[in-house]
Every structure is written in structure tokens, then in C-alpha cells.
Nanobody, 120 residues
């Protein structure tokens, strides 16, 4: 069974930074595309950014140049570095991992979400 556990959320002032982590288990998981999504109150979940296994990325326009998705395959961990945070970045952030098709654990998995609040 695949589990994704996010951490690193919290309260930060505008202009500040946060780094979210998403630890996947079991270790050695064959992660294909990984990414982060977010959901603001009263809104639908939206893409923040994704990182394919080959290194290509896709970011939402509203985070380009401010947020970076990275991964540590050895640790089965996905990160989201968020800089220059704005109040409109407030929401619940969800980690997403697609496991390779050849793996017995193949599928699309979500974390439980971590709250990010940007406020002075």
C-alpha cells in the first residue's frame, strides 16, 4: 500500500518562504511523475507544479519563478520550495505521485494535505 505523508506547512508572512516535503512509502517506490496541487477555500483543487521522471516540469503561471518542485528518488521524497509567498497562495497543498506502470503498486496517489497560510 502506498502512503504519502506531507509536512512543512504552516503560517508565514507575505514575502516569506516555506518548504513542503512529501515522504512516500514503501521506500524505493518507483515514482514516475510527481507534483503538488493546492485548494483554496471555496475553490477547486488546482495544479501548482509537476516534475516528470525525466526532469521536465510544468508549473502554473501564478507560481512560475517562485515555486520549485524537486525530488529525491533515493529517499522517495518530493519537495515544494515556495518563495515570495503571497496571501493568495493560502490553501491546502497536496502531494501527488504517479507510480510507474510496470510496478505492482502502479497508480495515482495523493497525500492528506498540509495547510499553508500566508498572512501578516
Amino acid at each position: 500500500q502506498v502512503q504519502l505523508v506531507e509536512s512543512g506547512g504552516g503560517l508565514v508572512q507575505p514575502g516569506g518562504s516555506l518548504r513542503l516535503s512529501c515522504a512516500a512509502s514503501p521506500s524505493g517506490l518507483a515514482m514516475n511523475t510527481v507534483g503538488w496541487y493546492r485548494q483554496a477555500p471555496g475553490k477547486e483543487r488546482e495544479l501548482v507544479g509537476i516534475l516528470a521522471s525525466g526532469g521536465s516540469t510544468n508549473y502554473a503561471d501564478f507560481v512560475k519563478g517562485r515555486f520549485t518542485v524537486s525530488r529525491d528518488n533515493a529517499r522517495s521524497t518530493v519537495y515544494l520550495q515556495m518563495n515570495s509567498l503571497k496571501p493568495e497562495d493560502t490553501g491546502v497543498y497536496y502531494c501527488n505521485v504517479r507510480v510507474a506502470e510496470w510496478s505492482r503498486l502502479r497508480g495515482n496517489y495523493w497525500g492528506q494535505g498540509t495547510q499553508v497560510t500566508v498572512s501578516s
